[in-house]
């Protein structure tokens, strides 16, 4: 499966943006789909995955209740409604796919998206 993650852009802390993965390939919802982020100089992080129905969600710490994920496997298009945006959620935001069951930690993801960049300035 190809993934294109789309949607990044400049906002002020408070704001909202919504990200897109855009998947081509094999049959999307067969995946679980996850969304990453790696800030400068510092490891790509987990920040939240929904599984292949879309019924199950995970989410990091730092996002919960700010993020959401969901997906529209009609469209192959996974999705990330970011909103009361802060200076720390400014990285590079990455889509991810795996078969199976969703799991936090990045190498557990064989499909990986190219990267969409987020800036929260305050």
């Known amino acids: 499966v190809q993934l294109q993650a789309s949607g990044g852009g400049s906002v002020q802390a408070g704001g909202s943006l919504r990200l897109s993965c855009a998947a081509s390939?094999?049959?999307?919802?067969?995946?679980?789909m996850g969304w990453f982020r790696q800030a400068p100089e510092k490891e790509r992080e987990f920040v939240g995955a929904?599984?292949?129905?879309?019924?199950?969600?995970a989410y990091a710490d730092s996002v919960k209740g700010r993020f959401t994920i969901s997906r529209d496997n009609a469209k192959n298009t996974m999705y990330l409604q970011m909103n009361s945006l802060k200076p720390e959620d400014t990285a590079v935001y990455y889509c991810?796919?795996?078969?199976?069951?969703?799991?936090?930690?990045?190498?557990?993801?064989?499909?990986w998206g190219q990267g969409t960049l987020v800036t929260v300035s305050s």
């Open positions: 991810a796919a795996r078969l199976g069951i969703i799991l936090s930690k990045s190498s557990a993801y064989d499909y």
């Open positions: 390939g094999r049959t999307f919802s067969s995946y679980g």
């Open positions: 929904i599984g292949w129905s879309g019924t199950s969600t």
